[in-house]
């Protein structure tokens, strides 16, 4: 499949606004998608690392999503509020605050396993070429984060 769509604005000719706009249109997806779980997308994305890994510390989730505790500790106050986590602290090391599912947020793993799906067919790509976009878009992050 390819985009045979000729650039006609200075817009149109900025990777970094192509890549801007694609980040528009999956929010705006994931949000149809995780509105009845009553999840943002950037809760989904706490709930699967803990889902991968439970118990994890706010600093753990922080690096992997990269966040800063000052925007992911409101976050999961509110996935806390909702009943999916709890906060505690480590008791080896009470400066760290441990994130932990609770049974329904452990169980509501169960309940998107549709999404990754609805999101593939979304795209309207191979997985061949997903495959390759997925190992294009890291390259890209890398040099433009060592840049």
């Known amino acids: 499949m390819t985009d045979t769509h000729a650039p006609t604005s200075a817009l149109d000719q900025m990777l970094c606004f192509e890549i801007?706009?694609?980040?528009?249109?999956?929010?705006?997806?994931?949000k149809d998608l995780l509105q009845p779980l009553g999840l943002t997308y950037p809760q989904f994305l706490v709930m699967i690392l803990l889902?991968?890994?439970?118990?994890?510390?706010?600093?753990?989730?922080?690096?992997?999503l990269g966040l800063e505790s000052n925007t992911l500790t409101p976050l999961v106050k509110r996935l806390e509020a909702a009943g999916f986590v709890t906060r505690s602290r480590d008791k080896q090391d009470e400066r760290r605050v441990l994130v932990s599912l609770t049974e329904t947020g452990d169980a509501m793993r169960?309940?998107?396993g549709h999404i990754r799906a609805c999101v593939t067919r979304a795209t309207g790509m191979?997985?061949?070429?997903?495959?390759?976009?997925?190992?294009n878009l890291r390259k890209l992050r890398k040099a433009v984060a060592a840049a």
């Open 51 to 64: 889902w991968e890994q439970d118990g994890r510390s706010i600093s753990g989730i922080g690096a992997a």
């Open 110 to 112: 169960h309940q998107v």
């Open 20 to 30: 801007y706009s694609t980040e528009h249109a999956f929010g705006r997806l994931y």
């Open 126 to 135: 191979t997985e061949q070429e997903l495959l390759d976009l997925f190992s």
